[in-house]
């Protein structure tokens, strides 16, 4: 049987994909204050300026790969039963293979409507931007499938057994501030061994962290040696 590996997966994860991270000086995030595209009250002040900023970042979106890291991820299933945990709002994980994964923050390539945020749409890529009256079936505004500061993640259970039943957790380019997703790593088994990956320097708070001070794709490519290394004989 395959050890469960557990990942949690943050916005430096795609970053080598081009897309802006949260805290990046450039890009999307820079035009706009948080308050304004990324909550309710947001959505009901100005609904145009918040479905153009999706808008924007899905068309962004589309035209950007996965990276070597989220194929990296995707080759481990071979070794590994991967469960990944991402806050990330992109499909990059889906597109490089990997087979299960769970949104926290929501996914980018959804809708759902303003009266019932978990019921999601699919956004055809041929099509993908969101109106001012683009109706779900019942006749309700469509909205981004997101979830925004202020709402509740609804799927933080989930991701809690996943970490809960895993042999391996590996916290991948997140700077493990934006909670409940920094949580998780006080859900990780006693003895499980825990790896980090990251360019910079994430406070844990604990020291049985082996840390891999690189981005995605190289990071990932050295957790794949440690992990797929042959374990000693007896």
Known sequence: MKKKLTVLSGAGMSAESGLATFRD?????????????????????????????????????????????????????????????????????????????????????????????NTAYDIPPENPDLHLGDKDPYGNQLRPFIVWFGEPVPMIDPAIEWVLSADIFAVIGTSLNVYPAAGLLNYVRRGAPVYLVDPGEVKTGRKDIHVIRSGASDGIRQLRNLLEKPEPSN
């Open 25 to 117: 000086s450039n890009g999307l995030w820079n035009n706009y204050r948080v308050e304004d595209v990324a909550t309710p009250e947001g959505f009901i002040a100005n609904p145009e300026l918040v479905l153009d900023f999706y808008n924007r970042r899905r068309r962004q979106l589309l035209d950007t790969a996965p990276n070597a890291g989220h194929y990296g991820l995707a080759e481990l299933e071979k070794s590994f039963d991967v469960r990944i945990v991402t806050q990330n709002i992109d499909n990059l994980h889906e597109r490089a293979g990997s087979s299960q994964v769970i949104h926290l923050h929501g996914e980018l390539m959804k809708s759902c409507s303003v009266c019932d945020v």
